[in-house]
């Protein structure tokens, strides 16, 4: 059985009450290209025994396969344009680090697809995610992945996603 992925569909309407109930297109905000305070702190206080990056791991029924997932997220990336952006320090430090437009970006350097030995485990699934879940994300890159984790017992897979404190929480 193959499991179809069918996200649903994020909407860019607001109904605006001075509008008399006809749907305005909300504006894209405008991201910062500067790094707050508090963002630019989770980069400064990461090292390779404290990585400061954040994981969900989610158990789907049935399996696909590493070109679906990349084409996933792939056409998602539109709608998360930090995503395709990597951190730049400042010249001399003299600042906050900014975030630039990748022009190297490849989703196939964030995607990628693992299979655990039969009969795939909690256990193996769990220390399969640990061990990714280890060090700290490549800098020279968006500062993101998502890892396939195939061969989960009972027809599952699962997906682990990673995502620097830096992206989100700031």
């Not at 008399?20 to 630019?40: C, F, H, I, Q, Y």
């Not at 693992?114 to 968006?142: E, I, K, N, Y």
Request: hydrophobic share 40%; glycine share 6%; with cysteine.
């Amino acid at each position: 059985e193959t499991f179809i992925w069918k996200p649903f569909t994020a909407y860019t309407t607001l109904l605006n009450p001075r509008s008399k109930g006809k749907p305005e297109t909300m504006s894209k905000p405008e991201l910062p290209s500067r790094m707050s305070s508090v963002d630019a702190t989770f980069l400064y206080t990461e090292h390779p025994t404290a990585p400061m990056h954040i994981a969900g791991l989610s158990i789907i029924e049935g399996d696909f396969d590493q070109p679906t997932l990349a084409a996933f997220f792939n056409s998602k990336m539109h709608l998360m344009p930090r995503y395709r952006q990597r951190v730049v320090m400042a010249p001399l430090n003299l600042g906050h680090p900014t975030w630039q437009d990748d022009p190297h970006f490849d989703i196939n350097n964030h995607v990628e697809t693992v299979t655990l030995p039969s009969p795939g485990t909690t256990v193996q699934l769990q220390r399969t995610a640990s061990a990714h879940f280890a060090g700290m994300l490549d800098r020279d890159r968006p500062l993101w992945k998502a890892i396939m984790i195939r061969g989960v017992e009972g027809n599952r897979c699962a997906l682990l996603t990673l995502v620097h404190h830096c992206m989100v929480d700031g």
